[in-house]
Structures are given as C-alpha cells and as structure tokens.
C-alpha cells in the first residue's frame, strides 16, 4: 500500500514513538540496529565469507532455497526487482520478443518506476487490472506471442489475495500450452501456502521460475532468490552483475534468510491463523470492514469509517502514552471520509491475544473519532 507522502513531522513522532514502543502490534516488532546486527553475527553457521556472492553463507542459501522450491538451481540478489528484472530479461532474449503477460496491480507495474520497459526494453501486456487474481480468460484474451507470463502470489496492491489451488494449476497449464513459461512473483510466496494447501516445490512445480523475498515475512535485512532451471539462473547471474548486484559481500542478506527460514518459515501457519482471527475480531467491530474476509495470507487490509489523519494522530498518541505501537501508517481509502491501512501478522502479533488486540484498536478508533469530532 503507497499512501500520500508523511509529513516531516509525524514521521519524526512516529520513529521515536516506534523506538519507545515496549508492545507491537504488526510484523515482527521492532529491534535496535545493535541488536539485529548482534542477533545476525549469532546466526552465523559458515567459516567462509562468499566473495561476489560465491562460497560461504551464500552459496548454503541457494542450495536451501533450490531444494525447498524444487528448482534445480538459484542466485542471492539484493533486492526482488533486480531478480525479477533478471528472469523476465533472460525468458524474453530466449523468446524473440519483449511482450511479457502481468497483473495490472502487481509490484512490476506500480513500484518499480518502469524499470523493465526502460532499463531492458520490454512491454507489459496487462491480463487485468481488477482487484483479483488473473484468470484463463484473460490469458486467452492477449494476443501475440508472449515472452513470459507473471502471477504474484499473493497479489499484494489487491488485498493479499491468492487463487485457489485449482484455479492456480488451471491457469498453469493455459500458460504452458500456449508455449510460453510462467513466472512467480513470489515476494511473500511463504505465507501462501497455507491457502493454497500445498507445499512450496508443489505450488513453484507450476511455474518455471520464481522469486522469493527474505525481508518480508520472514525477517531478514533485505535480499531476495531467483530459483528456476540451472541454464536460466547463470543467464540471471549475468544480469546481476550488469546491474551491480553482485556485491563484494553478501553475508547479511544470507545469513539473515537462513536465520528467518529456520525460524519463521515453520510459523507460517500460525501467522495466518492469527490474521484470521484477529481479521475476524476486527470485522465486528463497528464502521470496520476487512478485505479479504477471511484473509488468504498473514496480512489484509483494514477500512474503518473515519479520516485517516485521525487515526494517524491517534496512533501516534497512543504510542507515546502507553508505548503501544498499533496501527501507525493509515492512508485515505477510496471512500471519502474512510482510511485505509494493511495489517500483517508476525512474532509481535503472536506475542498478546487477540482479545486485548482486538480492544486496543477499538480503543485507536474510539480516540480517532473524538479527534475528526472536535472542532479546529
């Protein structure tokens, strides 16, 4: 979710309310950069330091997240858009052409600055821009001959919505009579599986490559992998290092995705679990409503009827009274006078029941409403 830009201001309240925050509410918390640092350098498994992404940690990763994936090999890169420029890049070069198939909504269309018509020439051919996932029918409905085909799972910009395991394997198997291979945008493919009932090799067995990310729900400092056959990934390996992705060192970002898959990845389910509840608690509550309902993911959006500045203003007061950090960035939803925010459930969410979640953002919009009350 992008909202409107943060006033210097609140954004000052809002850090320093975060660094006294003794309570969270959202994603794993937050910690001090001494004692992430301190927690990475106790992660650490391997003797040998990878130099340009090669040995050590690194090379430990790609053989983990290969063998998870059912991929036959994979590459650390620092960030999601230099992977997923690297793979569709790398398809459309086999291809002849540069028409690549993506959701209207998905992270290659409304965050990357138009880095893949501009930086590698391609053009985005949208299956749809409705709020769900892509369908058959909008495959059948792009004519020409296709590059690659995306599906971001889960479609964030839509609410974090999934297909179901059937829909998923159909539109599968459309992609590939067509001739053409699918890629997965799987930045938060992890917490997907619990909806889609399968395990990751089963849902990425569909696909002909995929991206992970390590930052997201599973915690780690930033980085991401693109997993696909071997021929493919040394393809990639070439784009990353025309993009400056190889770095000297990549120990951080490794060690980091191996700590959060040994210890996040088995709780996935309960993460989900608990946005369901907590989506479930919150949806009674008056002038609320969640999108999906229930969630597919550990993450939904929350619309509560009243101006999201107040419930900024509330947050932040909140936070600096009773060191509870709940729900701080809010943005305007497409019905005035309502607000828009994105929960995502984690190790701070798991740490309290739902009951007392449920009641302290009650209590957030009780105080929001006396604020848009209260004359200027």
């Given amino acids: 979710m992008t909202g409107p830009p943060v006033p210097d201001e609140v954004a000052a309240r809002r850090a320093a309310a975060r660094r006294g925050a003794t309570r969270f509410l959202l994603g794993h918390g937050d910690t001090t950069p001494s004692a992430w640092l301190a927690e990475?350098?106790?992660?650490?498994?391997?003797?040998?330091?990878?130099?340009?992404?090669?040995?050590?940690?690194?090379?430990?990763?790609?053989?983990?997240?290969?063998?998870?994936?059912?991929?036959?090999?994979?590459?650390?890169?620092?960030?999601?858009?230099?992977a997923q420029q690297a793979a569709l890049r790398s398809w459309a070069d086999r291809a002849g052409t540069g028409a690549v198939a993506v959701h209207g909504l998905s992270h290659l269309v409304l965050h990357e600055l138009d880095a893949l018509p501009e930086l590698h020439g391609l053009r985005l051919q949208q299956l749809t821009a409705e709020p769900r996932q892509p369908t058959v029918a909008d495959l059948e409905a792009l004519a020409g001959p296709l590059a690659a085909v995306t599906i971001e799972l889960p479609l964030r910009d839509a609410g974090y919505l999934l297909p179901s395991w059937d829909e998923l394997v159909a539109f599968s198997a459309a992609v590939h009579d067509?001739?053409?291979?699918?890629?997965?945008?799987?930045?938060?493919?992890?917490?997907?599986?619990?909806?889609l009932g399968h395990s990751l090799a089963e849902i990425c067995a569909l696909a002909d490559s995929v991206y992970v990310s390590f930052y997201k729900g599973l915690g780690g400092m930033?980085?991401?992998?693109?997993?696909?056959?071997?021929?493919?990934v040394a393809e990639a390996r070439r784009w990353q290092r025309r993009h400056g992705g190889n770095l000297f060192v990549l120990l951080p970002y490794a060690v980091g995705a191996r700590d959060g898959l040994r210890r996040r990845l088995p709780l996935m389910p309960s993460y989900a679990a608990r946005a369901r509840e907590l989506a479930a608690g919150l949806a009674r509550l008056d002038g609320v409503r969640v999108l999906p309902e229930p969630p597919h993911t550990n993450a939904f959006r929350l619309f509560v009827d009243v101006p999201h500045e107040s419930l900024v203003e509330a947050g932040l007061?909140?936070?600096e009274e009773q060191s509870v950090a709940l729900v701080l960035g809010w943005g305007a939803a497409d019905v005035p006078g309502w607000a828009l925010t994105e929960i995502t459930a984690g190790d701070a969410t798991l740490a309290w029941s739902v009951e007392e979640q449920v009641a302290a953002v009650e209590a957030q919009i009780a105080l929001a409403r006396e604020l848009a009350a209260a004359p200027d």
């Fill in 317 to 319: 007061r909140i936070a």
């Fill in 40 to 82: 990475l350098a106790g992660a650490t498994t391997e003797e040998d330091l990878d130099r340009y992404g090669d040995g050590g940690e690194v090379t430990a990763l790609e053989r983990e997240v290969a063998e998870l994936l059912g991929k036959d090999a994979a590459v650390l890169m620092p960030s999601g858009i230099m």
């Fill in 178 to 195: 067509r001739g053409v291979p699918l890629h997965l945008d799987g930045a938060r493919l992890w917490e997907s599986t619990d909806h």
């Fill in 222 to 232: 930033a980085g991401a992998v693109l997993a696909g056959p071997a021929d493919l």
